[in-house]
């Protein structure tokens, strides 16, 4: 099946957009800050990703859950990210965390305080930053 017209918007498009308008943060500017109380990392991978490990203390969100996680008023919010000061969001290499991190700018969390670690999780490994193996 092929779609009938070319898509108003595509993925590159809106990585551009998610990229130009969150602020990222490079590992070495993240690692100092695990384990820090006011700040959250996000881990918007799939579960099965999971068993590559996870930033030391991070919280799982899979991004396909995220809205209801987020929002104070689902039954599935997760308090931490209300509580926290910062929210830096993660997955393999940067793509989705940005994504995700603009959805979350968009439904009214403070860009001051939401942040896309750039390479994600592939270059924190290759940082040797804390992990945990879940």
């Known amino acids: 099946m092929t779609l ?3 898509l ?4 590159k498009q809106m990585l551009a957009e998610a990229n ?15 384990g820090e109380k006011s700040v959250l990392f ?3 991978r799939e579960a099965f990703e999971l068993e590559k490990g996870e930033i030391q203390g991070a919280l799982h969100a899979a991004r396909g859950f995220l809205e209801f996680f987020a929002d104070p008023e689902s039954t599935m919010h997760k308090p931490e990210m209300a509580r926290a000061d910062r929210i ?8 989705r965390s940005a994504l995700a991190a603009k959805m979350l700018v968009d439904m009214g969390y403070d860009l001051e305080r939401v942040f896309n670690l ?3 999780f592939e270059a924190w490994k290759a940082a040797n930053g804390p992990i945990e193996i879940i």
């Not at 108003?8 to 993925?11: A, I, N, S």
């Not at 130009?20 to 695990?34: K, Q, R, W």
């Not at 969001?89 to 793509?95: E, N, P, S, V």
């Open 88 to 95: 830096i969001l993660y997955c393999a290499t940067g793509g």
């Open 118 to 120: 750039a390479g994600g």
């Open 8 to 11: 108003k918007k595509g993925f």
């Open 4 to 6: 009938k017209q070319p």
């Open 20 to 34: 130009a308008f969150i602020e990222t943060i490079s590992v070495h500017d993240a690692l100092p800050l695990v």
């Open 42 to 44: 996000l881990d918007v």
